[in-house]
Nanobody, 119 residues
Framework: VQLQASGGGLVDFGGSLRLSCTAS????????IAWFRQAPGKERERVSC??????DTHYADSVKGRFTISSDKNTVYLQMNSLKPEDTAVYYC???????????????WGPGTQVTVSS
């Protein structure tokens, strides 16, 4: 499974961005697509995950009500609204065979995309 993320950039406080993660390869190798982020000096954090089979979603408390994960065929999106400077990080998409596992139980990772929120 190969993952390619896109959509990062620089945005002002309160602005929005939409990240995309497109998966290619054998779809039976994963049941979950998740978004993680890692800020300098901090641990990697799972932001959200989506179960492909049942459509269940999970969000970190820090992004609930602001971020929305969704999918369309082989692409998973992360709509990020009301962005704050503390959302600044490199964002990664990842795929796992297990349903929404915790880090680091993801078999496949895409390259990161930088999100920077200015205050």
């Amino acid at each position: 499974v190969q993952l390619q993320a896109s959509g990062g950039g620089l945005v002002d406080f309160g602005g929005s961005l939409r990240l995309s993660c497109t998966a290619s390869g054998r779809s039976s190798d994963y049941t979950t697509i998740a978004w993680f982020r890692q800020a300098p000096g901090k641990e990697r954090e799972r932001v959200s995950c989506l179960g492909r089979g049942n459509g269940d979603t999970h969000y970190a408390d820090s992004v609930k009500g602001r971020f929305t994960i969704s999918s369309d065929k082989n692409t998973v999106y992360l709509q990020m609204n009301s962005l704050k400077p503390e959302d600044t990080a490199v964002y990664y998409c990842a795929a796992a065979l297990e349903y929404c596992p915790a880090y680091p139980t993801y078999e496949y990772w895409g390259p990161g995309t930088q999100v920077t929120v200015s205050s």
